[in-house]
C-alpha cells in the first residue's frame, strides 16, 4: 500500500508539469474563435444588428457583469485546473461583447477609444504578435544576460521591452509579406 502511494505521489507532479500548457492548445482555445465568427456572423445580420442596437443598455450591463467575474477571478491565483477553461472562456465573452459594443455604439467613448490609431495597428498585426510573441520572450530571455539576480527589475524591464520590440518586428513583417496579401486574395476571391 505504502509503495502504491509513494508511485501515485512520484508520477503526479510529472503528469502536471508535462500538461501545464494544456489549456493554452489551440484545440482548447477554439472558444475565442467561435466569439470572432458569432460577432461576424450576427453584425451581418439586420435582424441581429436592431435588436443589438436597440438592447446596448442590456449588452453593457452583460459586459459589466462579465467584467466584474474577470477582475474578481484575476485576483485568485491561475492553477490549471479545470476551472481554467472556464477562465478562459468568460474572458474570450467578456472581450467578445466589449467589441460588439464598440462597433455598435460608436459616439461613446469605447467607440472613440478603440478608434485610435495605435490601437487600430496593434490590432492589425495582433495576429503575428500573437504567433510570435512567446517564442521571442523565451529566446530574449535565454540570451539576455542576467544582471545579478534574474529577476530584479532592470533584467525585466530589458527582457520585456526587447522582447516587445522584436516580436512587432516580426509581426509588422508578418503583415506586409503574408498576412496583408491573403487577406487581399480573400476578398478578391469570395464576397462576404
Given at each position: 500500500?505504502?509503495?502504491?502511494?509513494?508511485?501515485?505521489?512520484?508520477?503526479?507532479?510529472?503528469?502536471?508539469?508535462?500538461n501545464?500548457?494544456?489549456?493554452f492548445?489551440?484545440?482548447?482555445?477554439?472558444?475565442?474563435?467561435?466569439?470572432g465568427?458569432?460577432?461576424?456572423?450576427?453584425?451581418?445580420?439586420q435582424?441581429?444588428?436592431?435588436?443589438?442596437?436597440?438592447?446596448?443598455?442590456?449588452?453593457s450591463?452583460?459586459?459589466?457583469?462579465?467584467?466584474?467575474?474577470?477582475?474578481?477571478?484575476?485576483?485568485?491565483?491561475?492553477?490549471?485546473?479545470?476551472?481554467?477553461?472556464?477562465?478562459?472562456?468568460?474572458?474570450?465573452?467578456?472581450?467578445?461583447?466589449?467589441?460588439?459594443?464598440?462597433?455598435?455604439?460608436?459616439p461613446?467613448?469605447?467607440?472613440?477609444?478603440?478608434?485610435?490609431?495605435?490601437?487600430?495597428?496593434?490590432?492589425?498585426?495582433?495576429?503575428?504578435?500573437?504567433?510570435?510573441?512567446?517564442?521571442?520572450?523565451?529566446?530574449?530571455?535565454?540570451?539576455?544576460?542576467?544582471?545579478?539576480?534574474r529577476?530584479?527589475?532592470?533584467?525585466?524591464?530589458?527582457?520585456?521591452?526587447?522582447?516587445?520590440?522584436?516580436?512587432?518586428?516580426?509581426?509588422?513583417?508578418?503583415?506586409?509579406?503574408?498576412?496583408?496579401?491573403?487577406?487581399?486574395?480573400?476578398?478578391?476571391?469570395?464576397?462576404?
Amino acid at each position: 500500500m505504502s509503495s502504491r502511494r509513494s508511485a501515485t505521489t512520484f508520477f503526479l507532479p510529472r503528469i502536471h508539469i508535462i500538461n501545464a500548457g494544456w489549456a493554452f492548445a489551440t484545440a482548447f482555445r477554439l472558444d475565442g474563435l467561435a466569439w470572432g465568427v458569432i460577432l461576424a456572423l450576427v453584425l451581418r445580420n439586420q435582424t441581429w444588428w436592431l435588436w443589438i442596437t436597440s438592447h446596448s443598455r442590456l449588452l453593457s450591463g452583460a459586459c459589466g457583469f462579465l467584467f466584474l467575474i474577470v477582475a474578481v477571478d484575476s485576483y485568485f491565483p491561475a492553477v490549471l485546473d479545470n476551472r481554467a477553461l472556464d477562465r478562459f472562456t468568460v474572458l474570450a465573452a467578456f472581450f467578445a461583447l466589449l467589441v460588439l459594443l464598440s462597433v455598435s455604439c460608436p459616439p461613446r467613448h469605447l467607440g472613440l477609444a478603440l478608434a485610435l490609431s495605435p490601437l487600430q495597428y496593434l490590432g492589425k498585426v495582433s495576429y503575428g504578435a500573437y504567433i510570435f510573441h512567446q517564442g521571442v520572450h523565451g529566446l530574449v530571455a535565454a540570451l539576455l544576460p542576467s544582471f545579478g539576480r534574474r529577476l530584479n527589475p532592470l533584467w525585466v524591464a530589458s527582457s520585456v521591452l526587447l522582447s516587445a520590440g522584436i516580436t512587432l518586428l516580426l509581426a509588422q513583417l508578418s503583415w506586409r509579406f503574408m498576412e496583408n496579401r491573403l487577406i487581399r486574395r480573400a476578398h478578391a476571391s469570395h464576397t462576404y
